[in-house]
């Protein structure tokens, strides 16, 4: 009877994984629960893909006109661009829209029954209905990719590839915060593709290349640089010089596939080009180029957006170390998907890193590489698959360190979460600052440091202090111009007199303290403030020169000023009052800022 547990089990074992990372997907989006926040999952870029919805169905007005009709309340919720012609336009494509429409449509539903919901496309039955899209189709994506990988390896080895692909890497975040994003929908897109490639080459038809011609050009609308997928089409099971010729030659004979096949990949577009050209006059429209986006073909950052501490893809999502590894294992495995990945590996890094922004803005590490997961899973698992072979020791050596990578990454992600993470730009220092710390340090705000967007628009790519960290130099300078000599006796009695009189003596300390590491110090200077506060009945926290004191440290961190901005929107307050109720908060109750 046992036996024959077993056996049900491990036949069920990849839909059992699946369920499971549906499920860690779904607790966490309910533990973040971020559809309760003032602005939802509607935040950033997904303002851009968004926008078409409301937009269509509900002002029927596509080149935005709507907005001078509410003065105010969309400017934080459309970003439009200016055209050629004058007229406002959406600058992102339209195909994230339409993954979108059946949640969208579902939470208009919610607010045209529920009177409490205002049915303007961006109260809470539309943020809830949002946050759980990438949750569906990433059921979908999971189930296809299952499917290509069930064909070449073990039940084991796929369920472990698949838990790993998602859970292990940045994935996992893109699914769950900021699910709205593209990555999830991009992985699900891709791993049909590939699924759909595999199925045309068992069969041949011209309605399967039909299919895999529509697919690739909805995959490309939605990211353009993504046109590269169509080389894992066309070189899929090429391993020698007489497969090359046999292939070219079995599209030579049906070239009028490839036209047709060619026709679908520009239906997808065709509602695009109508768009852009009622709203700037030109069919093909480069809306990033209003924004002075554009790639630096040679110049490519090659090294920092694989192993640099500012964003570096295999620094923040270390196992695709091992997918990577696992591409030049693929010949004896799998012999006819080598040259694909291969080559569409060092054209996406290639392409990638030669963009502007090469760090693709604020991000839990190199997004852009996501949706390429779905097929490094191949190569991922053939790694595994060998692991799996080798003695004992290697076998339990290989696969402790993956395991421990799974877990590595759920950390990391917290600490992103939490800003241990800077999610414009590390370094080194910043990095090391926060390495297996959930929280940063007041250090780290010092030492981290941001791009420079400016420079990066022209293909220049260099580091800028921090605010805080320039806040704190100059207040600095201006106190050593008169500072006192610190005693040598009664150090922390001294410090804790200065730190309850003295501003600029604390921007000078925290600088100095900070930079030398001694957060011992620091740490007992302060305890001994607050007490010294307390025994002689002071009120820091009330005092004139403690709130604007306080207020200063928490206008230099733009994170908590984004929490901030959603509380004082949420309570109807303005910004600085906000600001002013939280520092007294903050320090009345011991808080660090």
């Known amino acids: 009877m046992f036996q024959n547990l077993l056996t049900w089990y491990k036949q069920k074992l990849i839909k059992r994984t699946i369920g499971l ?27 851009s893909y968004y926008s078409y919805l409301p937009a269509t169905f509900i002002y029927h007005d596509l080149t935005l006109g709507f907005l001078d009709d509410y003065p105010g309340k969309f400017s934080q919720r459309i970003w439009p661009i200016e055209t050629p012609t004058g007229k406002r336009a959406i600058t992102t494509t339209y195909g994230m829209a339409v993954l979108y429409t059946p949640f969208f449509l579902t939470g208009h539903l919610a607010a045209l029954i529920v009177p409490a919901w205002e049915a303007d496309g961006y109260s809470w039955p539309y943020y809830f209905a949002m946050n759980f899209s990438a949750l569906f189709y990433m059921w979908i994506g999971l189930t296809f990719l299952a499917k290509v990988l069930s064909r070449f390896y073990r039940e084991k080895i796929v369920a472990f590839t698949l838990f790993a692909v998602v859970i ?50 909805f995959i490309t609308l939605i990211r353009p640089t993504n046109i590269i997928i169509l080389l894992i089409f066309f070189l899929w099971g090429i391993n020698s010089w007489k497969s090359f010729t046999e292939r070219f030659m079995f599209f030579m004979k049906r070239f009028h596939w490839v036209i047709l096949m060619a026709a679908l990949f520009v239906l997808a577009w065709v509602p695009q080009f109508i768009y852009w050209y009622h709203v700037s006059g030109k069919v093909f429209y480069f809306t990033y180029g209003e924004k002075g986006a554009s790639f630096f073909f040679n110049n490519p950052q090659i090294f920092n957006i694989l192993f640099s501490y500012k964003k570096g893809w295999l620094v923040y999502t270390p196992i695709m170390i091992f997918a990577l590894t696992g591409i030049f294992m693929l010949p004896k495995k799998i012999p006819g998907a ?31 590489f996501i949706e390429s997961y779905a097929l490094l899973a191949l190569p991922f698992a053939t790694f595994v698959d060998f692991s799996t072979r080798q003695v004992k020791w290697v076998k339990t050596t290989i696969l402790s360190v993956l395991i421990i990578l799974i877990g ?42 941001l791009p420079d967007y400016e420079a990066a628009r022209k293909g220049i790519y260099r580091e800028l202090k921090s605010s805080r960290a320039l806040r704190l130099e100059a207040e600095a300078k201006e106190w050593r111009s008169w500072k006192q000599p610190i005693p040598e006796e009664n150090i922390l009695e001294w410090l804790a007199e200065k730190y309850a009189t003295e501003t600029l003596f604390i921007s000078e300390m925290n600088l100095q303290l900070l930079e030398a590491h001694d957060m011992d110090t620091l740490a007992a200077a302060k305890e001994m403030a607050k007490q010294r506060f307390d025994e002689l009945g002071y009120k820091y926290w009330e005092s004139k020169m403690g709130l604007e004191l306080v207020v200063k440290e928490i206008k230099g961190k733009p994170n908590l000023m984004k929490v901030i901005e959603e509380k004082a929107l949420e309570n109807g307050l303005p910004v600085d009052t906000q600001v002013v109720y939280d520092a007294k908060w903050l320090f009345k109750n011991g808080r660090d800022f």
């Open 168 to 217: 292990g890497t940045n994935l996992f975040y893109y699914t769950t915060v900021e699910a709205p994003m593209t990555h999830a929908f991009s992985f699900t897109l891709f791993s049909i593709f590939l699924w759909r490639t595999i199925k045309f080459y068992d069969n041949p038809t011209l309605r399967n290349i039909l299919i895999s011609g529509l697919l690739a050009g």
């Open 21 to 47: 990372i549906l499920l860690i997907i779904a607790v966490t989006i309910f533990i973040h629960a971020r559809f309760n926040k003032p602005e939802g999952v509607v935040i950033w870029d997904i303002k």
């Open 338 to 368: 080598f040259l694909p990945l291969f080559i569409f590996k060092i054209l996406n890094i290639y392409i990638l890193a030669s963009w502007w922004s090469w760090w693709f803005g604020g991000a839990f590490g190199l997004r852009a």
């Open 408 to 449: 590595y990454n759920q950390f990391q992600t917290r600490q992103y979460n939490n800003n241990a993470i800077h999610y414009w730009w590390m370094n080194k220092e910043a990095y090391w600052e926060t390495f297996l710390k959930l929280k940063p340090t007041d250090r780290f705000w010092v030492v981290v440091t």
